[in-house]
């Protein structure tokens, strides 16, 4: 069983930044693949980045280059720094934690880019 909570959302001007945290409990965080999703309203929810055990990451095309996902094991945290964001950032962003057949979600944090 894990346990996840994000941080760190808000609201920014667009082309500010935020940084999104997520901490994990209740089992060895280093064995699992993060990720971070977003939903917008009236949209299906994206993976926006992933990162694997061995520190490989993966990002949405439209994040490629403002986005980074990072992963601390020795803290049980993934973070995801947010630059250079845009209105159509705007969305529930929500950390997973994956292991085989095992998913589990963090109740998410909204981030809000308007001016």
């Known amino acids: 069983q894990v346990q996840l909570v994000e941080s760190g959302g808000g609201l920014v001007q667009p082309g500010g930044s935020l940084r999104l945290s997520c901490a994990a409990s209740?089992?060895?965080?280093?064995?699992?693949?993060m990720g971070w999703y977003r939903q917008a309203p009236g949209k299906q929810r994206e993976l926006v980045a992933v990162i694997h055990t061995g520190g490989s990451t993966n990002y949405a095309d439209s994040v490629k280059g403002r986005f980074t996902i990072s992963r601390d094991n020795t803290k049980n945290t993934v973070y995801l720094q947010m630059n250079s964001l845009k209105p159509d950032d705007t969305a529930v962003y929500a950390c997973?934690?994956?292991?085989?057949?095992?998913?589990?979600w963090g109740q998410g944090t909204q981030v809000t880019v308007s001016s």
């Open positions: 997973n934690a994956a292991l085989g057949f095992k998913a589990y």
């Open positions: 209740g089992s060895i965080f280093s064995t699992y693949v």
